[in-house]
Protein backbone atom coordinates (compact mmCIF):
# COMPACT_ATOMS: atom_id res chain seq x y z
CA UNK A 1 0.00 0.00 0.00
CA UNK A 2 2.78 2.51 0.39
CA UNK A 3 4.44 2.18 -2.33
CA UNK A 4 1.40 2.50 -4.20
CA UNK A 5 0.45 5.67 -2.75
CA UNK A 6 4.22 6.92 -3.83
CA UNK A 7 3.66 6.05 -7.04
CA UNK A 8 0.46 7.81 -7.29
CA UNK A 9 2.08 10.97 -5.18
CA UNK A 10 4.94 10.76 -7.89
CA UNK A 11 2.52 10.61 -10.95
CA UNK A 12 0.98 13.96 -9.20
CA UNK A 13 3.85 15.49 -8.72
CA UNK A 14 4.97 14.62 -12.21
CA UNK A 15 1.62 15.71 -14.03
CA UNK A 16 1.99 19.23 -12.59
CA UNK A 17 4.83 20.09 -14.66
CA UNK A 18 4.12 17.83 -18.09
CA UNK A 19 6.62 19.86 -20.18
CA UNK A 20 9.43 19.55 -17.57
CA UNK A 21 8.50 15.31 -17.44
CA UNK A 22 8.53 14.51 -21.02
CA UNK A 23 12.24 16.38 -21.54
CA UNK A 24 13.24 14.71 -18.62
CA UNK A 25 11.74 11.21 -19.99
CA UNK A 26 13.39 12.25 -23.25
CA UNK A 27 17.21 11.35 -22.45
CA UNK A 28 15.63 7.76 -20.84
CA UNK A 29 13.84 7.44 -23.80
CA UNK A 30 16.73 8.06 -26.35
CA UNK A 31 19.10 6.07 -24.19
CA UNK A 32 16.87 2.85 -23.88
CA UNK A 33 15.90 2.85 -27.82
CA UNK A 34 19.58 3.54 -28.44
CA UNK A 35 20.65 0.36 -26.47
CA UNK A 36 17.79 -2.05 -28.05
CA UNK A 37 18.36 -0.66 -31.36
CA UNK A 38 22.50 -1.24 -31.55
CA UNK A 39 21.98 -4.39 -29.81
CA UNK A 40 19.86 -5.50 -32.28
CA UNK A 41 22.55 -5.36 -35.21
CA UNK A 42 24.81 -7.37 -33.29
CA UNK A 43 22.72 -9.62 -32.54
CA UNK A 44 21.44 -9.48 -36.18
CA UNK A 45 25.04 -10.04 -37.20
CA UNK A 46 25.43 -12.89 -35.03
CA UNK A 47 21.90 -14.76 -36.43
CA UNK A 48 23.94 -13.86 -40.29
CA UNK A 49 26.96 -15.37 -38.96
CA UNK A 50 25.97 -18.77 -37.23
CA UNK A 51 23.48 -19.26 -40.16
CA UNK A 52 26.37 -19.13 -42.57
CA UNK A 53 28.17 -21.60 -40.59
CA UNK A 54 24.79 -23.98 -40.20
CA UNK A 55 24.47 -23.91 -44.09
CA UNK A 56 27.92 -25.54 -44.42
CA UNK A 57 26.20 -28.56 -43.35
CA UNK A 58 25.78 -30.41 -40.29
CA UNK A 59 28.21 -31.78 -37.98
CA UNK A 60 30.74 -30.38 -40.99
CA UNK A 61 34.86 -30.78 -40.32
CA UNK A 62 36.89 -29.78 -42.94
CA UNK A 63 40.33 -30.08 -44.21
CA UNK A 64 42.28 -27.38 -46.57
CA UNK A 65 46.39 -27.35 -47.08
CA UNK A 66 48.15 -24.48 -45.51
CA UNK A 67 48.47 -23.17 -41.76
CA UNK A 68 45.08 -20.73 -41.02
CA UNK A 69 43.87 -19.45 -37.18
CA UNK A 70 40.54 -18.92 -35.41
CA UNK A 71 41.83 -17.77 -32.76
CA UNK A 72 44.64 -19.13 -30.05
CA UNK A 73 46.86 -21.47 -32.28
CA UNK A 74 46.23 -24.00 -30.21
CA UNK A 75 48.39 -26.20 -32.58
CA UNK A 76 52.13 -27.57 -32.41
CA UNK A 77 54.59 -25.52 -32.28
CA UNK A 78 57.69 -25.01 -34.27
CA UNK A 79 59.57 -23.51 -36.85
CA UNK A 80 57.09 -23.21 -40.13
CA UNK A 81 58.39 -24.94 -43.11
CA UNK A 82 59.85 -22.11 -45.81
CA UNK A 83 58.75 -24.20 -48.52
CA UNK A 84 54.89 -24.08 -49.74
CA UNK A 85 52.94 -26.84 -48.27
CA UNK A 86 51.67 -29.90 -50.19
CA UNK A 87 48.49 -30.09 -51.85
CA UNK A 88 45.43 -32.28 -50.21
CA UNK A 89 45.05 -34.88 -52.98
CA UNK A 90 42.11 -37.68 -53.12
CA UNK A 91 44.23 -39.82 -51.95
CA UNK A 92 43.82 -38.07 -48.50
CA UNK A 93 39.83 -37.82 -49.13
CA UNK A 94 40.20 -41.69 -49.10
CA UNK A 95 42.15 -42.12 -46.15
CA UNK A 96 39.80 -39.85 -43.96
CA UNK A 97 37.39 -41.66 -45.41
CA UNK A 98 38.88 -45.32 -44.20
CA UNK A 99 37.03 -46.69 -40.91
CA UNK A 100 40.08 -48.08 -39.73
CA UNK A 101 41.70 -44.44 -39.60
CA UNK A 102 39.13 -42.27 -38.87
CA UNK A 103 36.25 -43.22 -36.86
CA UNK A 104 32.67 -41.72 -36.90
CA UNK A 105 32.67 -40.90 -39.87
CA UNK A 106 29.52 -40.48 -42.60
CA UNK A 107 31.31 -39.19 -45.51
CA UNK A 108 34.37 -37.10 -46.82
CA UNK A 109 33.25 -35.00 -49.61
CA UNK A 110 36.48 -33.58 -51.69
CA UNK A 111 36.16 -30.65 -53.63
CA UNK A 112 38.40 -28.93 -56.38
CA UNK A 113 37.50 -24.96 -57.22
CA UNK A 114 38.09 -24.21 -61.20
CA UNK A 115 37.43 -20.52 -60.24
CA UNK A 116 35.22 -18.18 -62.07
CA UNK A 117 34.38 -19.11 -66.29
CA UNK A 118 32.76 -17.84 -68.05
CA UNK A 119 29.11 -19.91 -68.70
CA UNK A 120 26.65 -19.34 -71.98
CA UNK A 121 23.40 -20.09 -72.82
CA UNK A 122 22.12 -18.75 -76.09
CA UNK A 123 22.30 -14.55 -75.44
CA UNK A 124 23.29 -15.25 -71.86
CA UNK A 125 26.90 -15.10 -70.56
CA UNK A 126 27.66 -15.12 -67.52
CA UNK A 127 30.99 -14.96 -65.06
CA UNK A 128 30.05 -18.36 -62.64
CA UNK A 129 32.18 -19.81 -59.88
CA UNK A 130 32.58 -23.54 -60.82
CA UNK A 131 33.16 -26.31 -58.61
CA UNK A 132 33.83 -29.51 -59.26
CA UNK A 133 32.30 -31.92 -56.09
CA UNK A 134 31.68 -35.35 -55.51
CA UNK A 135 28.55 -37.24 -54.99
CA UNK A 136 28.73 -36.57 -51.53
CA UNK A 137 27.96 -33.16 -51.31
CA UNK A 138 24.65 -33.31 -50.95
CA UNK A 139 24.59 -34.90 -47.92
CA UNK A 140 27.73 -33.15 -46.46
CA UNK A 141 26.65 -30.09 -47.58
CA UNK A 142 23.24 -30.21 -46.91
CA UNK A 143 22.05 -29.65 -50.03
CA UNK A 144 18.73 -30.76 -52.47
CA UNK A 145 18.10 -30.45 -55.53
CA UNK A 146 14.35 -28.91 -56.32
CA UNK A 147 14.33 -29.87 -60.01
CA UNK A 148 16.49 -32.97 -61.19
CA UNK A 149 19.33 -34.65 -59.59
CA UNK A 150 22.38 -34.26 -58.21
CA UNK A 151 25.77 -35.84 -59.28
CA UNK A 152 26.06 -39.49 -58.94
CA UNK A 153 28.85 -41.77 -58.50
CA UNK A 154 28.80 -42.81 -62.25
CA UNK A 155 29.28 -39.19 -63.47
CA UNK A 156 32.67 -39.26 -61.70
CA UNK A 157 33.65 -42.52 -62.87
CA UNK A 158 32.78 -41.38 -66.76
CA UNK A 159 33.95 -37.85 -66.42
CA UNK A 160 30.30 -36.51 -67.63
CA UNK A 161 29.89 -33.23 -68.70
CA UNK A 162 26.75 -32.56 -66.29
CA UNK A 163 26.36 -29.46 -64.44
CA UNK A 164 23.98 -28.92 -61.23
CA UNK A 165 23.10 -24.67 -61.24
CA UNK A 166 23.04 -22.69 -57.76
CA UNK A 167 19.21 -21.05 -57.77
CA UNK A 168 20.69 -17.74 -58.52
CA UNK A 169 22.78 -19.05 -61.73
CA UNK A 170 19.43 -20.95 -63.08
CA UNK A 171 17.43 -17.96 -62.78
CA UNK A 172 19.44 -15.77 -64.84
CA UNK A 173 20.33 -18.38 -67.54
CA UNK A 174 16.73 -19.68 -67.90
CA UNK A 175 13.23 -17.77 -68.08
CA UNK A 176 10.36 -18.58 -65.48
CA UNK A 177 8.58 -20.58 -67.93
CA UNK A 178 11.73 -22.57 -69.20
CA UNK A 179 12.46 -26.16 -67.55
CA UNK A 180 16.09 -26.15 -67.53
CA UNK A 181 16.70 -30.00 -67.03
CA UNK A 182 18.38 -31.79 -69.75
CA UNK A 183 19.26 -28.15 -71.84
CA UNK A 184 23.06 -27.57 -72.80
CA UNK A 185 24.93 -24.91 -71.25
CA UNK A 186 29.18 -23.71 -71.82
CA UNK A 187 31.23 -23.76 -69.53
CA UNK A 188 34.54 -21.85 -70.43
CA UNK A 189 33.69 -23.23 -74.04
CA UNK A 190 33.07 -26.73 -73.08
CA UNK A 191 29.44 -28.13 -73.44
CA UNK A 192 27.79 -29.51 -69.97
CA UNK A 193 24.02 -30.87 -69.66
CA UNK A 194 22.10 -29.46 -66.76
CA UNK A 195 20.80 -32.15 -64.75
CA UNK A 196 19.71 -30.16 -61.70
CA UNK A 197 19.02 -27.32 -59.94
CA UNK A 198 19.50 -26.48 -56.08
CA UNK A 199 17.70 -25.68 -53.49
CA UNK A 200 17.75 -21.84 -52.97
CA UNK A 201 20.32 -20.61 -49.79
CA UNK A 202 19.33 -17.16 -49.29
CA UNK A 203 20.84 -14.62 -48.73
CA UNK A 204 24.11 -14.73 -46.49
CA UNK A 205 24.56 -11.10 -44.89
CA UNK A 206 28.08 -10.89 -46.16
CA UNK A 207 27.35 -11.39 -49.57
CA UNK A 208 26.27 -13.82 -52.52
CA UNK A 209 25.92 -16.84 -51.14
CA UNK A 210 27.83 -19.76 -52.27
CA UNK A 211 25.65 -22.27 -53.52
CA UNK A 212 23.33 -20.14 -55.12
CA UNK A 213 25.83 -18.48 -57.28
CA UNK A 214 27.58 -21.25 -57.96
CA UNK A 215 27.86 -24.45 -60.66
CA UNK A 216 28.88 -27.76 -59.71
CA UNK A 217 30.16 -30.66 -61.81
CA UNK A 218 32.06 -33.80 -61.04
CA UNK A 219 35.13 -33.53 -59.25
CA UNK A 220 36.63 -35.85 -62.04
CA UNK A 221 35.20 -33.82 -64.72
CA UNK A 222 36.49 -30.37 -63.15
CA UNK A 223 40.33 -31.76 -62.81
CA UNK A 224 41.27 -33.40 -66.19
CA UNK A 225 38.04 -32.12 -68.82
CA UNK A 226 37.59 -28.45 -67.33
CA UNK A 227 41.15 -27.68 -65.93
CA UNK A 228 44.21 -29.05 -64.81
CA UNK A 229 44.47 -30.11 -61.64
CA UNK A 230 47.59 -31.84 -61.62
CA UNK A 231 48.51 -34.50 -59.29
CA UNK A 232 50.77 -34.69 -56.52
CA UNK A 233 52.63 -38.89 -55.41
CA UNK A 234 50.19 -40.18 -58.20
CA UNK A 235 47.12 -38.88 -56.74
CA UNK A 236 45.20 -35.73 -58.45
CA UNK A 237 45.14 -32.35 -56.13
CA UNK A 238 41.47 -31.08 -54.64
CA UNK A 239 40.94 -27.86 -53.22
CA UNK A 240 38.97 -29.15 -49.63
CA UNK A 241 38.31 -31.82 -48.30
CA UNK A 242 34.66 -31.91 -46.03
CA UNK A 243 33.89 -34.10 -43.51
CA UNK A 244 30.88 -34.84 -41.70
CA UNK A 245 30.51 -36.78 -38.23
CA UNK A 246 28.44 -39.06 -36.87
CA UNK A 247 27.45 -36.44 -34.01
CA UNK A 248 28.28 -32.98 -32.32
CA UNK A 249 29.77 -34.69 -29.97
CA UNK A 250 32.43 -36.80 -31.82
CA UNK A 251 33.60 -33.57 -33.79
CA UNK A 252 36.95 -32.55 -31.50
CA UNK A 253 37.87 -36.73 -31.73
CA UNK A 254 37.58 -36.93 -35.08
CA UNK A 255 39.31 -33.80 -35.79
CA UNK A 256 42.48 -35.07 -33.39
CA UNK A 257 42.23 -38.24 -35.30
CA UNK A 258 42.35 -36.11 -38.88
CA UNK A 259 45.67 -34.40 -37.67
CA UNK A 260 47.06 -37.04 -36.62
CA UNK A 261 46.73 -38.87 -39.89
CA UNK A 262 47.44 -36.09 -42.04
CA UNK A 263 50.47 -35.45 -40.36
CA UNK A 264 51.64 -39.08 -40.74
CA UNK A 265 50.82 -38.52 -44.05
CA UNK A 266 52.62 -35.38 -44.76
CA UNK A 267 55.75 -37.20 -42.65
CA UNK A 268 55.97 -34.37 -40.24
CA UNK A 269 58.18 -34.12 -37.53
CA UNK A 270 57.29 -33.66 -34.09
CA UNK A 271 58.74 -30.49 -33.84
CA UNK A 272 57.23 -29.39 -37.00
CA UNK A 273 53.76 -27.70 -37.45
CA UNK A 274 51.04 -28.72 -39.09
CA UNK A 275 50.99 -27.69 -43.01
CA UNK A 276 47.23 -28.42 -43.08
CA UNK A 277 44.27 -26.59 -40.88
CA UNK A 278 41.69 -28.94 -40.18
CA UNK A 279 38.39 -26.65 -38.74
CA UNK A 280 35.02 -27.87 -37.31
CA UNK A 281 31.84 -26.08 -37.59
CA UNK A 282 32.06 -25.59 -33.96
CA UNK A 283 35.16 -24.08 -33.57
CA UNK A 284 33.67 -21.14 -36.20
CA UNK A 285 30.82 -20.80 -34.64
CA UNK A 286 32.97 -20.23 -31.30
CA UNK A 287 34.83 -18.33 -32.59
CA UNK A 288 31.99 -16.10 -34.45
CA UNK A 289 30.13 -15.88 -30.97
CA UNK A 290 33.12 -13.72 -29.62
CA UNK A 291 33.21 -11.57 -32.51
CA UNK A 292 29.84 -10.63 -32.16
CA UNK A 293 29.69 -10.83 -28.68
CA UNK A 294 32.61 -7.95 -28.31
CA UNK A 295 30.49 -6.20 -31.08
CA UNK A 296 27.53 -6.38 -29.42
CA UNK A 297 29.33 -5.12 -26.08
CA UNK A 298 30.84 -2.94 -28.16
CA UNK A 299 27.54 -0.85 -29.23
CA UNK A 300 25.58 -1.70 -26.37
CA UNK A 301 27.97 0.45 -24.19
CA UNK A 302 28.12 3.37 -26.88
CA UNK A 303 24.57 3.37 -26.10
CA UNK A 304 24.84 3.60 -22.81
CA UNK A 305 26.61 6.97 -22.91
CA UNK A 306 22.68 8.23 -24.09
CA UNK A 307 21.62 6.54 -20.77
CA UNK A 308 23.85 8.01 -18.62
CA UNK A 309 22.98 11.49 -19.62
CA UNK A 310 19.38 10.92 -19.09
CA UNK A 311 20.42 10.00 -15.49
CA UNK A 312 21.83 12.83 -15.14
CA UNK A 313 18.74 14.59 -16.22
CA UNK A 314 16.67 13.18 -14.00
CA UNK A 315 19.05 14.07 -11.31
CA UNK A 316 18.72 18.05 -12.09
CA UNK A 317 15.20 17.92 -12.35
CA UNK A 318 14.28 15.76 -9.04
CA UNK A 319 17.34 18.94 -7.27
CA UNK A 320 14.76 21.02 -8.64
CA UNK A 321 11.65 19.20 -7.84
CA UNK A 322 13.17 19.09 -4.15
CA UNK A 323 13.85 23.20 -4.01
CA UNK A 324 10.26 23.68 -5.11
CA UNK A 325 8.40 21.52 -2.76
CA UNK A 326 10.53 22.41 0.09
CA UNK A 327 7.50 23.72 2.13
CA UNK A 328 5.91 20.40 1.31
CA UNK A 329 8.47 18.63 2.82
CA UNK A 330 8.34 20.45 5.84
CA UNK A 331 4.91 19.95 6.17
CA UNK A 332 5.33 16.08 6.39
CA UNK A 333 7.92 15.90 8.79
CA UNK A 334 6.28 18.26 11.50
CA UNK A 335 3.18 15.79 10.93
CA UNK A 336 5.08 12.93 11.86
CA UNK A 337 7.04 11.59 8.18
CA UNK A 338 10.38 10.00 9.01
CA UNK A 339 13.45 10.64 7.03
CA UNK A 340 13.09 7.44 5.29
CA UNK A 341 9.89 8.10 4.08
CA UNK A 342 10.71 11.50 2.37
CA UNK A 343 14.17 9.55 1.15
CA UNK A 344 11.68 6.57 -0.58
CA UNK A 345 9.15 9.24 -1.91
CA UNK A 346 12.02 10.68 -4.34
CA UNK A 347 13.58 7.70 -5.19
CA UNK A 348 9.94 6.40 -6.41
CA UNK A 349 9.33 9.78 -8.26
CA UNK A 350 13.28 8.79 -10.04
CA UNK A 351 12.38 5.79 -10.63
CA UNK A 352 9.34 6.38 -12.38
CA UNK A 353 10.64 8.73 -14.37
CA UNK A 354 13.15 5.84 -15.49
CA UNK A 355 10.58 3.43 -16.16
CA UNK A 356 8.02 5.13 -17.96
CA UNK A 357 10.94 7.14 -20.23
CA UNK A 358 12.34 2.83 -20.47
CA UNK A 359 8.59 2.16 -21.69
CA UNK A 360 8.54 4.43 -24.50
CA UNK A 361 12.10 3.87 -25.18
CA UNK A 362 11.77 0.16 -26.10
CA UNK A 363 8.56 1.36 -28.60
CA UNK A 364 11.35 3.36 -30.37
CA UNK A 365 14.05 0.98 -30.13
CA UNK A 366 12.09 -2.00 -31.72
CA UNK A 367 10.95 0.95 -34.43
CA UNK A 368 14.01 1.76 -35.49
CA UNK A 369 15.39 -1.84 -35.36
CA UNK A 370 12.87 -3.03 -37.84
CA UNK A 371 13.15 0.66 -39.83
CA UNK A 372 17.36 0.26 -40.16
CA UNK A 373 17.32 -2.68 -42.39
CA UNK A 374 15.05 -0.69 -44.83
CA UNK A 375 16.99 2.62 -44.78
CA UNK A 376 20.70 0.34 -45.52
CA UNK A 377 20.02 -2.43 -47.44
CA UNK A 378 23.31 -4.19 -47.22
CA UNK A 379 23.38 -4.07 -43.05
CA UNK A 380 21.17 -7.35 -43.11
CA UNK A 381 18.42 -8.10 -40.58
CA UNK A 382 18.34 -7.24 -37.26
CA UNK A 383 17.49 -8.88 -33.98
CA UNK A 384 15.49 -7.43 -31.03
CA UNK A 385 15.28 -10.21 -28.32
CA UNK A 386 13.87 -10.43 -24.70
CA UNK A 387 17.93 -9.82 -22.90
CA UNK A 388 18.56 -7.08 -24.92
CA UNK A 389 14.99 -5.30 -23.38
CA UNK A 390 15.47 -6.61 -20.54
CA UNK A 391 19.16 -5.26 -20.09
CA UNK A 392 17.89 -2.35 -21.64
CA UNK A 393 15.05 -2.04 -18.86
CA UNK A 394 16.82 -2.88 -15.63
CA UNK A 395 20.09 -0.57 -16.83
CA UNK A 396 17.61 2.39 -17.13
CA UNK A 397 15.95 1.20 -13.61
CA UNK A 398 19.31 1.56 -12.13
CA UNK A 399 20.07 4.37 -13.62
CA UNK A 400 16.76 6.50 -12.23
CA UNK A 401 17.94 4.84 -8.46
CA UNK A 402 21.65 5.96 -9.07
CA UNK A 403 20.71 9.39 -10.37
CA UNK A 404 17.73 9.69 -7.71
CA UNK A 405 20.15 9.09 -4.44
CA UNK A 406 21.24 12.24 -3.93
CA UNK A 407 17.92 14.52 -4.71
CA UNK A 408 16.42 11.52 -2.67
CA UNK A 409 18.85 12.24 0.47
CA UNK A 410 18.83 16.07 0.53
CA UNK A 411 15.37 15.87 0.43
CA UNK A 412 15.22 13.59 3.61
CA UNK A 413 17.49 15.87 5.42
CA UNK A 414 16.03 19.40 5.86
CA UNK A 415 15.21 20.50 8.87
CA UNK A 416 11.44 20.91 9.63
CA UNK A 417 11.55 24.04 10.87
CA UNK A 418 13.90 25.36 8.23
CA UNK A 419 11.88 23.73 5.34
CA UNK A 420 8.50 25.28 6.50
CA UNK A 421 10.08 28.63 6.77
CA UNK A 422 11.53 28.64 2.85
CA UNK A 423 9.47 30.83 0.58
Known amino acids: MILLESIFI ?10 RTILTMLGIIIGVGAVISLISIGNGFRQQLNDNFASLGTNVIWVVSGRFSFGPDNGNSGN ?12 DAQAIGDPLLVSDVVAVSPEYGVGNLGVVRGQVELSVSVTGVSAEYESVRATRPVLGQFIEPQH ?36 FEVIGVLEEKGQSGFGPNETDNGIFIPISTAQTRLGSAGSHHG ?10 ATS ?51 L ?30 GIRKAVGAKRQDIMFQFLVEATVISLIGGMFGIGLGYGVSQLLPRLIPNLGETVVTPDSILLATSFALAIGLFFGVYPATRASRLKPIEALRYE
Open 10 to 19: ALRALTANKL
Open 300 to 329: GSIAGVSLLVGGIGIMNIMLVSVTERTREI
Open 235 to 244: SLIVSTIFVQ
Open 80 to 91: AKQTPPPPLTLA
Open 248 to 298: QDRMDTITEQIKTLMRERHNLLDEEADDFTVTSQAELLAFGNTITAGLTAF
Open 156 to 191: IDRRTRVAVLGATVAEELFESYEYPIGEMIRIGGVP
